[in-house]
T-cell receptor, first 114, second 118 residues
Framework: AQSVTQLDSQVPVFEEAPVELRCNYS??????LFWYVQYPNQGLQLLLK??????LVKGINGFEAEFNKSQTSFHLRKPSVHISDTAEYFC????????????FGTGTQLKVEL | GAVVSQHPSWVICKSGTSVKIECRSL??????MFWYRQFPKQSLMLMAT?????????EQGVEKDKFLINHASLTLSTLTVTSAHPEDSSFYIC??????????????FGPGTRLTVL
């Protein structure tokens, strides 16, 4: 069985500061990894995904993530955050051959302050 | 990009009534749609996988007689919450699957439906 752990439920950060949201997964098979963002009362928007190839993945809104197979991690980073980045961020995993089912982490609330 | 809509965006109903939520893929055909449930400040939990023209596959612990799913066409899936009770109040989100790069069928999410049962 696969699982996703987001250790930080809340991450406060000042505007223009860098941020890292942590995600670790467990799976006995190859996986696809995703980061989604959710604004209040809205659905999910895909930030970026890792399917194969380069372990450094760049997404929308200046976010990037690095797939580290040995540490089973897929941390999300942004060098300089903006107030508009305040939202809930979900890490998700799907394993190859699993019918594209997504397993989500518990989410991290990013709060950007002035 | 692929767009998925949900209707209604929010609904309030009385206990004991049934509520239908629609999920539509607007610019692509979705052979598979997924239904999720999200409680306040919690993650998304997959309820069921809906395949066009066949019965939905429900996750463990989800009552199929309570949450009726119909996927009658390649662009429409519906979730009906039957005999709704206050504990069914939640945010329901659907996603639709499209063929993406490297053969991975990417999911595109709808904006969600807020259900409140009084």
């Amino acid at each position: 069985a696969q699982s996703v752990t987001q250790l930080d439920s809340q991450v406060p950060v000042f505007e223009e500061a860098p941020v890292e949201l942590r995600c670790n997964y467990s799976s006995s098979v190859s996986v696809y990894l995703f980061w989604y963002v959710q604004y209040p009362n809205q659905g999910l928007q895909l930030l970026l995904k890792y399917l194969s190839g380069s372990t450094l993945v760049k997404g929308i809104n200046g976010f990037e993530a690095e797939f580290n197979k040995s540490q089973t991690s897929f941390h999300l980073r942004k060098p300089s955050v903006h107030i508009s980045d305040t939202a809930e961020y979900f890490c998700a995993v799907s394993y190859t051959g699993g019918g594209n089912k997504l397993t989500f982490g518990t989410g991290t609330q990013l709060k950007v302050e002035l | 990009g692929a767009v998925v809509s949900q209707h209604p965006s929010w609904v309030i109903c009385k206990s004991g009534t049934s509520v239908k939520i629609e999920c539509r893929s607007l610019d692509f055909q979705a052979t598979t749609m997924f239904w999720y449930r999200q409680f306040p400040k919690q993650s998304l939990m997959l309820m069921a996988t809906s395949n066009e023209g066949s019965k939905a596959t429900y996750e463990q612990g989800v009552e199929k007689d309570k949450f009726l799913i119909n996927h009658a066409s390649l662009t429409l899936s519906t979730l009906t919450v039957t005999s709704a009770h206050p504990e069914d109040s939640s945010f329901y989100i659907c996603s639709a699957r499209d063929l993406g790069e490297l053969g991975y069928n990417e999911q595109f999410f709808g904006p969600g439906t807020r259900l409140t049962v009084l």
